[in-house]
């Protein structure tokens, strides 16, 4: 079974639990979202520019009751264009650059896919499986991973969660996980839609064909 990769821990290590949460978890992406983007991929930590603003959408969440899962689709690792410690330190520079800006802006999980699209792994984005694993970690229950989340044998309401990325391969797995979907402007990041997260009457987006 393909599973994820976790930043700086083992899969299945324990997570450290949240009193009186009620489920919500905010899945977002990276690149586009928490940090600039490119074109030929963040490649190592001197070209990691995090968006401004990102640390105190994060915080915000967080105050609202959300648990932060950041899933990223990283798959130059299995390209052979940098390592896996090459990405922790990336992943590292953004987490401590967020708490930089907002020392509330602590981000629960960092799971990451570093499958190329040829190899179909249903924890590569638009599959649901990182968003799966995501929720089993935090909801303390056996990794489990399936193209299709309703097949799960545990199947927790996800209530007010949502995924928010910039491309269409976010937009589905929210829809293969059964969870809003917002889109980003890449441009702008994730303070750009942060109001839009923060109403649980918002539907959020669809998928643009």
């Not at 609202?64 to 922790?88: K, M, Y």
């Not at 910039?166 to 969870?179: C, P, Y």
Request: glycine share 10%; proline share 5%.
């Amino acid at each position: 079974m393909d599973l994820p990769r976790r930043h700086l821990a083992e899969i299945g290590a324990p997570v450290e639990p949240l009193d009186d949460w009620d489920g919500s978890i905010a899945y977002l992406d990276r690149d586009g979202v928490l940090n600039i983007g490119r074109e030929d991929y963040v490649k190592n930590v001197d070209e990691v520019v995090l968006l401004e603003g990102a640390g105190h959408a994060v915080a915000a969440l967080r105050n609202a009751g959300f648990r932060i899962v950041i899933v990223t689709n990283q798959s130059p690792v299995n390209r052979g264009v940098f390592s896996h410690d090459d990405l922790a330190d990336m992943n590292q520079f953004i987490l401590d650059g967020l708490l930089e800006e907002n020392s509330a802006a602590h981000v629960d999980l960092v799971l990451y896919s570093p499958y190329a699209p040829w190899e179909c792994s249903p924890v590569r984005k638009p599959g649901p499986g990182m968003l799966q694993v995501g929720r089993q970690l935090l909801s303390n229950l056996p990794l489990e991973v399936t193209t299709d989340s309703t097949l799960l044998n545990c199947k927790f309401d996800e209530g007010r969660s949502f995924m928010a990325g910039d491309r269409n391969a976010d937009m589905g797995a929210a829809i293969q996980h059964g969870v809003r979907g917002f889109r980003v402007d890449a441009s702008v990041g994730i303070t750009g839609i942060i109001n839009r997260l923060l109403d649980d009457n918002d539907a959020g987006d669809a998928l643009e064909i």
